[in-house]
Each structure stands twice: as structure tokens, then as C-alpha cells.
T-cell receptor, first 114, second 112 residues
Framework: NAGVTQTPKFRVLKTGQSMTLLCAQD?????MYWYRQDPGMGLRLIHY???????AKGEVPDGYNVSRLKKQNFLLGLESAAPSQTSVYFC?????????????FGPGTRLLVL | GQSLEQPSEVTAVEGAIVQINCTYQ??????LSWYQQHDGGAPTFLSY????GLEETGRFSSFLSRSDSYGYLLLQELQMKDSASYFC?????????????FGSGTRLSIRP
């Protein structure tokens, strides 16, 4: 049981490049989330999904797109990376309803945009 | 707008008790959660309060007062491994599908 996994673990991009971060969970969770965390800061929600085929905007959605084509996967895309998107990105998943308050986090992806 | 306020840093002595407060202002409310994060690691879930009162899980307890928009995390019998950042989080709405907002975190340092 791997829990929540993220790919890649670390990436360096040049301004304007694109990339996709992959999140996978094997707990059959309905809800999945993408957060970013800047140094010394809390987590800020980028986008989230409450079920396969559905997505919703979080607190800081600009510059990012997501897709949830399969229940176990949640993809985060950066179409044109900017230095302001340098951050640590965490994916999380949870059950639906009241049990959804326990989020399980992946190990994070460290992204540096030059 | 929505916001969560918690102290940025707290220092305590090993074996002591420490309380980390969290006040929130949101358009809706669906419970208060607490997470722990060690440096370089991922957040891990500690506790959740959906109703007013105290929830106890081992050395950790969490309290919620919805009328005061306030909660706290209580850590007892502090150990060096408790040195970490602690985040409160709420859903900004009235359902489990509402978006989640995290506080900026409280960095807890434990002294021997």
C-alpha cells in the first residue's frame, strides 16, 4: 500500500517551459488536492477534485490546470512556467464526507523555475 | 475575506505542555483540522473538530469553539520529536466538498 505518490520528486524548469506533475493514490479516495508551499508559509490550495472527472479552483489557481481522468490520478499542469511558481508542491487525498477531514499527503515535488 | 491566524513561533521545554491557538474568519465553516509537518517532510494529520469541545488523541488534544471562531491544539508531555510546524485548516464552506484553507503555521521549538 503506497499511499500517495508524486512524480517527479524534483525538477528544474526554464521560464516559459511546461510540465505536468503526477499524483497517484491507491486508497480509493474520492477527493484529491494540489497545494503549493512556499518557504516558511502554509499550504495554499491550487485546485482540487471531489470525484473522477470533476475539478474545482482553490485559493491560487492562476497559471495551473488540472485533470482527474481516473479516480486514482490527479495531474497538475503548468503551461508556461514562471519564477513565481518556484515552490514545493504537495498532493493529498481523502475520503468523501466527514471522513474527508483526514488528508493523506504525498512526499512533495520541489520545483525550481529559472 | 477568509483568514486563519496562529502564532508564528512557540518555544517550550521538554516534558511541558504547550497550546497553539488558531482563530479563523471564513464565509462558511465545516470543522477545524490540525496537521504536523517536520522540516523537509510532508504534513501529517493530527486531529479534527467538527463540533464544539475537546478531542483527545494520546498526548495531543484539540478544542473548538464555533461561537468564538477559535480552536487550539494542546500538546502534553512534550518530546524533542514534537519540534515541528503545526498548521490549522478549515473548509471555507458548509460541506466536505468546500475548499480548504490552511493557516501559515506555528513553528514549535522544544528545549531540553
Amino acid at each position: 500500500n503506497a499511499g500517495v505518490t508524486q512524480t517527479p520528486k524534483f525538477r528544474v524548469l526554464k521560464t516559459g517551459q511546461s510540465m505536468t506533475l503526477l499524483c497517484a493514490q491507491d486508497m480509493n479516495h474520492e477527493y484529491m488536492y494540489w497545494y503549493r508551499q512556499d518557504p516558511g508559509m502554509g499550504l495554499r490550495l491550487i485546485h482540487y477534485s471531489v470525484g473522477e472527472g470533476t475539478t474545482a479552483k482553490g485559493e491560487v489557481p492562476d497559471g495551473y490546470n488540472v485533470s482527474r481522468l481516473k479516480k486514482q490520478n490527479f495531474l497538475l499542469g503548468l503551461e508556461s512556467a514562471a519564477p513565481s511558481q518556484t515552490s514545493v508542491y504537495f498532493c493529498a487525498s481523502s475520503r468523501a464526507g466527514g471522513q474527508g477531514e483526514t488528508q493523506y499527503f504525498g512526499p512533495g515535488t520541489r520545483l525550481l523555475v529559472l | 475575506g477568509q483568514s486563519l491566524e496562529q502564532p508564528s513561533e512557540v518555544t517550550a521545554v521538554e516534558g511541558a505542555i504547550v497550546q497553539i491557538n488558531c482563530t479563523y474568519q471564513t464565509s462558511g465553516f465545516y470543522g477545524l483540522s490540525w496537521y504536523q509537518q517536520h522540516d523537509g517532510g510532508a504534513p501529517t494529520f493530527l486531529s479534527y473538530n467538527g463540533l464544539d469541545g475537546l478531542e483527545e488523541t494520546g498526548r495531543f488534544s484539540s478544542f473548538l469553539s464555533r461561537s468564538d471562531s477559535y480552536g487550539y491544539l494542546l500538546l502534553q508531555e512534550l518530546q524533542m520529536k514534537d519540534s515541528a510546524s503545526y498548521f490549522c485548516a478549515v473548509r471555507d464552506g458548509y460541506s466536505s466538498a468546500s475548499k480548504i484553507i490552511f493557516g501559515s503555521g506555528t513553528r514549535l521549538s522544544i528545549r531540553p
